[in-house]
Nanobody, 120 residues
């Protein structure tokens, strides 16, 4: 079992920055693909960024060039640096951990979410 705890959300003005953190329990963090998702009111949850156990990274087109995902396996933590924030980035941001065997998802864990509000 992996527990995920997000932090770093809050209220920021357009153009500002925030850094989200997700701390994971357990001793197998490095074997998980870690992702950040977000869900705005009335919308479906969407993938923002993912970093695999091997370090490959993918971003949603809407955040490319503004957001950066990284991981520190020694600290069991994944980060999302968010720059040039826009009002449309307002959402609850969720941390996700997935472990795969080939293309089969063996484990899938979610954090409780952290609110990010971009408003003047």
């Amino acid at each position: 079992q992996v527990q995920l705890v997000e932090s770093g959300g809050g209220l920021v003005q357009p153009g500002g920055s925030l850094r989200l953190s997700c701390a994971a329990s357990g001793r197998t963090f490095s074997s998980y693909a870690m992702g950040w998702y977000r869900q705005a009111p009335g919308k479906q949850r969407e993938l923002v960024a993912v970093i695999t156990s091997g370090g490959s990274i993918n971003y949603a087109d809407s955040v490319k060039g503004r957001f950066t995902i990284s991981r520190d396996n020694a600290k069991n933590t994944v980060y999302l640096q968010m720059n040039s924030l826009k009002p449309e980035d307002t959402a609850v941001y969720y941390c996700n951990a997935k472990r795969f065997m080939s293309t089969i998802v063996l484990n899938d864990y979610w954090g409780q979410g952290t609110q990010v509000t971009v408003s003047s």
